[in-house]
Structure formats: C-alpha cells, structure tokens
C-alpha cells in the first residue's frame, strides 16, 4: 500500500493517520517532492477509473495561470501538465496492493482504500 501524501493538506493527513491506525503497512510518497512520471499517473488515473481533469485542484494559481479551464480534454497534455505541476493533482491518493487506487478525501474513501 501506498499514500501520496501532502503533509500540509489536512485530508490528507487525516488519510495518513487512519492508515496508521489501522496498521497496514505502507510506504509515504511525498509526490510534490517525489512527482509521478507520465506512466505513473498514467496507471494510478487507470486504476482510479478517473481522467486527469477529474483529479485536477482547479483552484491552485498554476491552474488559473495556466487556463486550464479553457483547456480541451487531451489526456496527454493534462497528464503532462499534472506532472510538472504535481500541486495540481488531488490528494491523497491510497494505491492499494490489490491494485485499486483511491482518492481518499472523505472518512468512507479512506474506509473503502483500507476494505
């Protein structure tokens, strides 16, 4: 099990401390230091079932700096815009060992990432 994890985010430490304890073992990726690569995301969006626009914070400066509100629904490009802008991305993600993906914002994401 993994948690991209941004400490500063109160969800997602929340996410980290009901990992912790439930007591799962777990590695932390701290992903705006440690960014996915295109074939990172690329998988974790396949297994969250998700486009790389639904996991966008479209409030963050570098959306409103980028206009990624007028942007058309190219996969390819918002992936690449995700990852050199890690911060963009919602948080946080739980990649389980069974090969789902969850993003755990909510009390029963998380329950649903640990079930």
Known sequence: ?????????????????????????????RYLDQPPTPAELDDVLVRLGMQPWEITRMNEPVAKELGLATW???????IAALVAHPVLIQRPIVLTDDGRA????SPEEIAEALG
């Open 1 to 29: 099990m993994e948690i991209w994890h941004n400490p500063r985010c109160s969800k997602s430490r929340a996410a980290k401390q009901a990992l912790e304890a439930a007591g799962p073992e777990y590695a932390e990726r």
């Open 72 to 78: 058309e629904h190219d996969r390819e490009r918002w």
């Open 102 to 105: 969850v993003l755990a914002r």
